[in-house]
């Protein structure tokens, strides 16, 4: 079913975009750190990490209202992550967000600029992750969402339990989350079939 087909880095996928020599406090590498960043921390969506400020973050976690459900959340960093968050805190003397791409001058409170702000970002970092996969030699159409997919498969195969995914990704329900399930299913299964081959 083609709600299954959902597209995620494995480990050594997700390193090689990490290890990528990037030009420095160049656009192409803020997106790769963005997009790292999610890949360890819950999965958050573009919007989430676009709308994350410095203030949210107290060393070590990340405290976040999900911008679509609404959900109040407190992730922890791990180190990786606290490293991508410190460069860009240490960076942007000037604005409130940990990643400089919305204008500092922004008003949350207008719906309508800020989605538009988003919607401008995303599609800009979206662009520069289909030349990071190209640079990384990975042959898979790289999008954001590619990230929370692979936040939610390695949770689940580092033996995160599925209730705590489903929590940590702000899903309203468990059925959301185990999808991740059946495509975790899907590639032990294909790890098996090794044996039937000679």
């Given at each position: 079913d083609s709600k299954t087909q959902r597209t995620y880095l494995t480990e050594e996928e997700l390193r090689k975009?990490?290890?990528?020599i990037l030009p420095d406090n160049s656009r192409i590498m803020l997106h790769r750190d963005m997009f790292v960043y999610a890949s360890y921390?819950?999965?958050?969506?573009?919007?989430?990490?676009?709308?994350?400020?410095?203030?949210?973050?107290?060393?070590?976690h990340i405290h976040v209202e999900i911008?679509?459900?609404g959900t109040q959340l407190s992730?922890?960093?791990?180190?990786t992550a606290i490293a991508i968050v410190k460069k860009y805190i240490a960076d942007q003397a000037d604005s409130p967000f940990i990643f400089p791409m919305l204008s500092a001058k922004l008003d949350l409170n207008d719906p309508i600029a800020a989605d538009k702000a988003i919607s401008s970002a995303t599609s800009q970092v979206n662009k520069n992750l289909k030349e990071i996969a190209r640079?990384?030699?990975?042959?898979?159409?790289?999008?954001?969402?590619?990230?929370?997919?692979?936040?939610a498969t390695r949770a689940l195969s580092k033996g995160i339990t599925i209730d705590k995914v489903s929590k940590l990704m702000g899903h309203a329900q468990i059925r959301e989350t185990q999808i991740y399930a059946r495509i975790l299913g899907k590639a032990?299964?294909?790890?098996?079939?090794?044996?039937?081959?000679?």
């Open positions: 975009i990490e290890n990528l921390v819950g999965g958050l969506r573009i919007s989430d990490v676009l709308l994350l400020q410095k203030k949210n973050f107290d060393g070590s911008k679509k459900t992730l922890k960093n791990p180190s640079l990384a030699s990975i042959n898979k159409k790289l999008s954001f969402h590619v990230s929370r997919h692979t936040w032990l299964d294909e790890a098996m079939d090794v044996f039937d081959k000679d």
